[in-house]
């Protein structure tokens, strides 16, 4: 309780203090205001809370502050008062520590002050519930820390009491209390507020008379020794009002006090009982106004609530215990995310990174770093049939392929990205297939011992132009012209995939090789960094403008000026443990390429898993004949056979 000093042989005007009531939706709006709005600013932000007076006997006077309190358009809760304060988020826990509290408090108080000596605060009495707010938001732990003021200006003379307090019934009789609910009704009706903080009261023994604060000339005219305000109190205590008739008082004192020696005080409580109204529990009493009016100086302020323990000091509250595992997880990507535009990446398009889907084919060890560099994951069984490995022509077998066929298309089609992670080589045929055909972006990332390559894949023109095409217009126009060197300018379209740079198609990789020939081993680090660098390739590919279309950044570009905020957009990065070093080569798509090439395209595209079911119980020479590939070996072995038959002939005859 705070307590006015007044004459010893009268008893004492003690308030109520609020007790600041932050509701969870609170935090949350912070948090997601701090993220996507504040960031690293720390000035005074606008907000707003409201109090009720309806509560049971024994609950202590709120100030509620919600998930609306940052809309400051928000309509107040039914039968609540507005209050409207200032909110200081700061960014370090140091900063909360040492903040200005003297000062804060006396800048609030002097906005109080000279609401009340320029009549402001009687055209709009809310100017008188000013609160403030500090705090900071620890979002990595869910760890809240505030500190809430709620200023008061101190009288500079005492307020001592006259009369009371007592209950209302037992000053007014119950006509005047249905009076007084009437014609309170009418006024909020009338003002479109569903509650009214200060009021003025006249009345007699029939009526009772209400009207706003702005009114106070005409309506207390011909009134002499003393008049009778009221406030919408918060208290529920028998013998004390509640705290925001202590700035009320003040503006009485200062504006009234030549005119009228005494204020009469109707603390106005307006709960329902057992389905019935009931205001006769609301207080009245009397209290004598200094004699003096103020000195223009701001009086001292007081209101920086205490903390559990009833010292001076902030309180913290604690969320992550309610926080969903799940939810938190995604919260902490999403706030890694965020700190980067603050300051680091202003630029950075988070809404292509956060809305991403991407489909990992793989879960051994590279699979597993790139998940865990993604943090998506969601696991899918099944089996990718791969070429030189056949399907048998037994009916569970062959619908099994089938059905494997399609649950890989339909997870590709519904995915933007498909990394392949795979251990083989002909594993990776099948996706790099799909993926070329419906025209998503791949990132492939392969091991050696002590060697990796992360690439991605060229993006071949949308099948149809259109409004929705995501090859955009100039880049087809001016490919042709792009393309004159084979190691500069090449746009994403062009560029080859996996199978691009090999004359062979893929085959049963593991068929007669020993254990360590089978399986992929690695130096320890290499997975992670590959992993990394494959997730690093694709954001800074979404980053770019025209996406997996992009020119193809070299290891020439490296000293030029990058093509987006996070750097170059390679097509391939080759990495050489051994000599922790990394070269950007730049390759165009094969047109005889046994993945990505049109033939294989068509033909898959036309004859679908049929096509595949061939490719899967051929040998290699199937899609080395389709493609070309058989006859560029012919037409190589014969050359090869023409150069070897004219170096003998060279030999033989000089002259030659």
């Not at 004459?7 to 932050?22: E, H, I, R, T």
């Not at 050696?448 to 090859?471: E, I, S």
């Not at 898993?609 to 070996?633: I, M, P, Q, R, Y």
Request: glycine share 6%; charged share 20%.
């Amino acid at each position: 309780m705070a307590a006015a000093t007044g004459d010893p042989g009268l008893s004492k005007l003690q308030f109520a203090p609020f007790s600041s009531a932050l509701d969870v939706g609170f935090w949350h709006e912070l948090t997601q205001k701090k993220l996507n709005e504040y960031r690293l600013d720390e000035a005074p932000k606008d907000i707003k809370g409201y109090y009720y007076n309806g509560d049971s006997a024994g609950l202590p006077a709120r100030l509620t502050l919600e998930f609306s309190a940052f809309d400051m358009s928000a309509p107040t809760p039914a039968r609540c008062c507005p209050a409207i304060g200032t909110l200081y988020n700061t960014n370090t826990l140091e900063s909360f520590k040492t903040a200005d509290k003297k000062l804060l408090l006396e800048q609030a108080a002097n906005e109080i002050w000279e609401s009340i000596k320029s009549g402001a605060a009687l055209e709009k009495p809310v100017l008188l519930n000013k609160f403030l707010l500090l705090t900071f938001a620890d979002l990595k732990k869910y760890h809240f820390y505030y500190w809430f003021c709620y200023p008061a200006l101190c009288l500079p003379e005492s307020l001592p009491l006259i009369q009371g307090p007592v209950g209302l019934d037992q000053r007014f009789s119950l006509k005047q209390i249905e009076a007084l609910e009437c014609a309170y009704d009418n006024l909020c009706q009338t003002e479109g507020v569903t509650a009214l903080p200060y009021f003025l009261i006249k009345y007699d023994e029939n009526t009772v008379l209400v009207s706003l604060l702005k009114h106070y000339s005409d309506f207390f005219q011909g009134q002499r020794t003393k008049i009778t305000i009221g406030v919408y109190d918060p208290c529920n205590l028998a013998q004390y009002p509640g705290w925001p008739l202590r700035n009320f008082l003040v503006l009485a004192a200062h504006r009234w006090s030549s005119s009228f020696q005494s204020v009469e005080v109707v603390c106005f409580r307006d709960r329902t009982m057992q389905g019935a109204r009931d205001v006769a529990h609301s207080i009245i009493f009397e209290v004598k106004l200094p004699e003096m009016a103020f000195s223009p100086d701001c009086p001292k302020a007081v209101g920086w609530e205490k903390n559990q323990k009833g010292g001076m000091g902030p309180r913290m509250v604690n969320l992550s215990e309610c926080m969903d595992p799940k939810r938190l997880a995604e919260s902490s990507v999403d706030l890694n995310l965020k700190l980067m535009c603050w300051r680091l990446v202003p630029t950075l398009d988070l809404d292509k990174v956060v809305s991403v889907k991407c489909l990992l084919l793989g879960a051994g060890t590279l699979g597993c770093n790139v998940a865990r560099t993604l943090m998506n994951a969601r696991g899918f069984s099944m089996s990718i049939p791969m070429p030189g490995h056949p399907v048998n022509f037994s009916s569970v077998t062959l619908e099994q392929a089938r059905r494997d066929v399609e649950q890989l298309e339909q997870l590709i089609e519904s995915h933007d990205v498909v990394f392949l992670l795979m251990d083989t080589r002909e594993s990776r045929w099948l996706p790099a297939v799909i993926a070329a055909s419906k025209r998503k972006l791949v990132i492939n990332a392969a091991l050696g011992f002590d060697t990796f390559v992360v690439m991605r894949h060229g993006l071949k023109k949308p099948k149809q132009q259109g409004a929705g095409d995501l090859c955009p217009n100039h880049l087809v126009a001016s490919a042709d012209l792009l393309g004159s060197s084979l190691f500069a300018n090449i746009p994403g379209y062009k560029l080859g995939c996996y199978f691009c740079n090999d004359v062979v198609a893929p085959g049963d990789s593991t068929r007669d090789r020993t254990l360590d020939q089978q399986c992929t081993v690695s130096r320890p680090g290499l997975a992670m960094i590959a992993g990394a660098l494959a997730v690093e390739l694709m954001v800074s590919v979404l980053q770019h403008p025209e996406g997996g279309y992009a020119i193809a950044s070299s290891s020439d570009d490296r000293m030029n000026e990058p093509p987006t905020s996070l750097g170059l957009v390679p097509h391939q990065i080759r990495g050489f443990l051994s000599r922790f070093d990394n070269v950007l080569p730049v390759s165009l798509a094969f047109d005889k390429c046994t993945a990505c090439s049109s033939k294989v395209l068509d033909q898959y595209e036309r004859e679908g898993f049929n096509f595949l079911a061939k490719v899967f119980n051929s040998s290699h020479s199937f899609l080395e004949d389709l493609t070309g590939l058989t006859l560029l070996h012919q037409e190589t072995q014969a050359a090869e056979t023409l150069r070897k038959q004219l170096t003998q002939m060279s030999g033989k005859m000089p002259g030659l």
